[in-house]
């Protein structure tokens, strides 16, 4: 008995399709964030799973599992794909990076030793719960490789395809903008313009809290 598979790109383009005997297993190899890895996986092994339970990386979060939320975003050789709908057989040899490989803290913990996107997310605190924030990440550090210079309406459009229940999203919009600005120039200040949604978004809360007194 076989199974068809079929793994699709985040923006439904189709990544392979094949036919795999049932349960049958692979040996999957594959660069993550810079490092050769290898697993023994059924050969119908998501690669968020993959990622996951096989290869140890929680940074990438699943949630509907079936492409619509974008929690699952990994890159796979630099373009955003759903983790949850390609199969990890089909990243075999090719390059992937997950939220464990965007950045890290220098050894004296200096935040500005992040990437810009995660300076970003820090600077217009950009995330509450941070499900969602790891799919984010990846999906803009994708998005402004591509569009270094997004206006407000392309930053909207960038992460159109990701969803966040805690947010209201304009945060997240002013991380891609200041995301863009830092990686043009790591030293560009913090402005107004990233931190007035975040204030407006503080000063709510304290309203909530008060009404809730
Ligand atoms: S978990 Fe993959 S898109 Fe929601
Ligand atoms: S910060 Fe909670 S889902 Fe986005």
Do not use: W
């Amino acid at each position: 008995m076989s199974e068809q598979v079929r793994s699709t790109s985040r923006n439904g383009a189709e990544v392979a399709t094949g036919t795999v005997p049932a349960g049958a297993r692979s040996t999957v190899a594959v660069t993550v964030n810079g490092t050769h890895r290898s697993a023994e996986v059924e050969s119908r092994r998501t690669l968020s799973d993959y990622l996951r339970h096989d290869l140890g990386l929680t940074g990438t979060h699943v949630g509907c599992e079936h492409g619509v939320c974008g929690a699952c975003t990994v890159l796979l050789d630099g373009t955003p794909v759903r983790s949850c709908l390609v199969f990890a057989v089909t990243a075999a040899g090719h390059q992937v990076t997950t939220a464990e490989g965007l950045g890290q803290l220098d050894e004296s913990g200096d935040p500005n030793s992040l990437s810009p996107v995660q300076r970003a997310f820090r600077d217009c605190h950009a995330l509450q719960c941070g499900f969602c924030t790891p799919g984010f990440m990846t999906t803009i550090t994708a998005g402004i490789a591509e569009n270094p210079d997004p206006t407000r309406d392309e930053a909207v459009e960038m992460i159109a395809g990701n969803l966040c229940r805690c947010t209201g999203y304009q945060n997240i919009v002013d991380a891609v903008l200041r995301a863009a600005e830092l990686a043009k120039d790591p030293a560009a200040p913090l402005t107004d313009r990233f931190t007035e949604h975040s204030d407006a978004a503080h000063s709510a809360d304290q309203d909530a809290d008060g009404a809730g007194a």
